[in-house]
């Protein structure tokens, strides 16, 4: 299979999706002649030109409300923000309007369209362009959220997502977009709402998605090291989750430590844990232990920073914390 980067196998999704339905189209800043932000639509003005590889202002809402627009008309837009972070001056268009016209018109309208691009921390970029949105998107009926970690799952879940009748949020990460791995080639489509074992085990589940996956994997290397035998869960959706997947590997492992880029109070990680403790208890023996960000807005600073962010041996901390629970 070929080796590709995240934003190569985000691009060859967008390419055959627009190549397979003309109604697909691009929208967003940079995304046209400077080839996007994250060269992730490199070259598709060319091949498509400007009526489907549309340059916007820098007006996340005004070019978020014509996504919508276009698809309650029947197009079926793919509107890239530059980060997460502007979507904040979109949140009327995307969850007043996105996620809620289909149930206010009883159906006769739906709204097939994708927002994606960067979430979660990079490098250095501050409070205000380090922020995790997962959990504000997953707490609204009427939208599906994604994050990705993988090429093979970037391409799989984009292209589900553009077929999709429902407005998709779709996560990536900045610090992501050059990691290789391999990917099929001919078409795949992965089905929204799966759950992926990145590494099976017997000894501790652990829980993570988008940019914690390689931090959770490298815990998990650290762990064996102590003899403990972790299975790492991808989400990849966040909503729906795949509660089964979860709780199957809880029942078998009996302890779980969550290892995920976002902060602990009412996030996603709270919302599983919950999930959790509600299904599984008897199955627990030891408390859902999460390591997240701190309770603080990012620093600027590198070495504060890192002191905020998950890292392998905090996530390696929080697994040996549930496995001293063992009886």
């Known amino acids: 299979m070929p080796t590709l980067q995240i934003r190569e196998a985000l691009r060859e999704a967008i ?24 060269k992730v639509t490199q070259g598709l003005l060319d091949k498509y030109g400007e009526k489907r590889v549309v340059d916007t202002p820098i007006a996340e809402t005004g070019f978020a409300g014509v996504g919508v627009g276009a698809a309650m008309a029947g197009l079926r837009p793919i509107i890239e923000f530059m980060t997460f972070n502007f979507s904040a001056v979109a949140f009327d268009q995307i969850l007043n309007q996105a996620a809620k016209v289909r149930g206010l018109t009883a159906g006769q309208f739906t709204v097939p369209l994708v927002f994606r691009g960067p979430n979660g921390a990079a490098h250095m970029l501050g409070s205000t362009h380090s922020q995790a949105f997962e959990s504000f998107y997953c707490g609204f009926p009427g939208v599906k959220v994604i994050s990705v970690a993988t090429p093979y799952d970037a391409k799989g879940l984009l292209k589900s ?25 001919g078409e795949y489509l992965i089905p929204i709402g799966v759950a992926d074992i990145k590494r099976p085990g017997n000894d501790v589940t652990v829980i993570t998605w988008g940019q914690g996956v390689p ?22 959706t966040l909503r729906p989750l795949d509660d089964e997947a979860v709780f199957q590997s809880v029942r078998k492992t009996n302890r779980v430590a969550m290892i995920y880029h976002g902060w602990p109070y009412g996030g996603t990680g709270a919302e599983v844990a ?7 208890f008897d199955h627990l023996d030891a408390p859902v232990e999460r390591c997240c960000y701190e309770d603080v807005n990012m620093a600027y600073a590198e070495n504060l920073e890192n002191l905020v962010i998950p890292s392998p041996e905090r996530g390696l901390e929080a697994i040996r914390k549930v496995n001293y629970y063992r009886i």
């Open 15 to 38: 390419d055959e999706e627009m190549a397979r339905d003309e109604r697909v189209f691009v929208m967003g800043e940079e995304v046209g002649h400077y080839n996007g932000a994250y």
């Open 274 to 280: 919950d999930r959790i403790a509600r299904v599984c």
């Open 215 to 236: 931090v959770a994997l490298k815990s998990a290397e650290l762990a064996a090291a102590d003899g403990i035998d972790c299975e790492v869960i991808d989400l990849r």
């Open 161 to 185: 997502a553009i077929r999709d009748e429902n407005p998709v949020i779709f996560f990536e990460s900045e610090v992501m977009y050059s990691v290789k791995g391999e990917v099929p080639e």
